[in-house]
């Protein structure tokens, strides 16, 4: 009498926990981005090197071991960059990116969502990649018309002459 009671118990609790788990799969229900909004993307990685590479010359050449006989002689040190965007003219994002690595000899990155409303916008991207203290090395302004649910990365490729709309 013992033994069926317990597979009745044990059914039940089974049936229940099979129960919560697919009530729980479909609610409470989420929604990851507002069905409504546009989404902008700023994502790049960009160095900026803090002094120009140089060529090494013959004799600088022949001081040095054979593996480590490189033609151009380039500084590790990398300077902040500096970035804005600008929506409709209003700044939406504003950064100076101190470069990465242990020695400051890595690129600087940025990864930034923003929610926008649809619609037409004039969309300005500028950066900063010299040692100078105002204006920018790079600006793009493109007029954009985004839809509900869209979204657009903005890269920055300065082998492509900067800011790359997609």
Request: with cysteine; hydrophobic share 40%; aromatic share 10%.
């Amino acid at each position: 009498m013992a033994r069926p009671l317990r597979y009745v118990g044990q059914g039940v609790v089974y049936l229940l926990l099979a129960l919560g788990i697919g009530y729980f799969s479909d609610r409470p229900a989420y929604t990851h981005f507002p069905p409504d909004m546009a989404l902008i993307k700023l994502s790049f990685a960009h160095g900026a090197r803090k002094e120009e590479c140089r060529r090494r010359t013959s004799e600088e050449l022949a001081q040095l071991a054979p593996n480590m006989r490189r033609p151009m002689a380039c500084a590790r040190e990398r300077l902040p960059v500096t970035v804005e965007l600008l929506l409709d003219g209003a700044p939406l994002y504003q950064a100076v990116l101190p470069p990465t690595g242990l020695a400051g000899d890595g690129p600087s990155r940025a990864y930034q969502r923003f929610a926008v409303p649809p619609g037409r916008h004039e969309l300005s991207a500028r950066l900063r990649d010299s040692d100078r203290g105002e204006g920018f090395d790079y600006e793009r302004t493109a007029v954009v018309e985004l839809a509900p649910a869209q979204s657009l990365a903005i890269d920055f490729r300065a082998e492509m002459g900067g800011f790359v709309f997609r």
